[in-house]
C-alpha cells in the first residue's frame, strides 16, 4: 500500500540547514490523499518521538523542540512529504523516520541520519 522513502539526510554545522523528503511510493493518488504523513526521530539511547505532523487536510503539528524552525508540507503532485529544519542545533542529531497512517494502519520508512556538529 504505502512504503515511505526518506532521503535529505547529512552532516551539518549548527546553525544550517537540511530539508528531508519522503515519498510515498506505492500509494496510489487516492491512497495519498488520505494519508497522514509524520516525521519521528530516535536519538541513541532515547526513545522515539514525534517531531512533525501533516494530515490529509494539511493542519500541522510540531514537537515543541522544534517549533518556530522545523516546517513540513506536503507535494501532492509528487506524493512527497518535506521536513525543512533550519537553524540545526547539535541536539538535533538523530535518525529521522518517515511515517505515514493510513486507515488505522502505519508505515514506516528506513530512516536518514542527520548529525549536526562543529
Known amino acids: 500500500q504505502v512504503q515511505p522513502v526518506e532521503s535529505g539526510g547529512g552532516l551539518v554545522q549548527p546553525g544550517e540547514s537540511l530539508r528531508l523528503s519522503c515519498l510515498a511510493s506505492r500509494a496510489i493518488l487516492s491512497t495519498w490523499s488520505a494519508l497522514t504523513m509524520a516525521w519521528y526521530r530516535q536519538a541513541p539511547g532515547l526513545q522515539r518521538e514525534l517531531v512533525a505532523q501533516i494530515t490529509d487536510r494539511g493542519t500541522t503539528t510540531y514537537a515543541d523542540s522544534v517549533q518556530g524552525r522545523f516546517t513540513i508540507t506536503k507535494n501532492n503532485a509528487k506524493r512527497t512529504a518535506y521536513l525543512q529544519m533550519d537553524n540545526l542545533r547539535a541536539e538535533d542529531t538523530a535518525v529521522y523516520y518517515c511515517?505515514?497512517?493510513?486507515?488505522?494502519?502505519?508505515?514506516w520508512g528506513q530512516g536518514t541520519q542527520v548529525t549536526v556538529s562543529s
Open positions: 511515517n505515514a497512517i493510513f486507515r488505522g494502519s502505519t508505515f
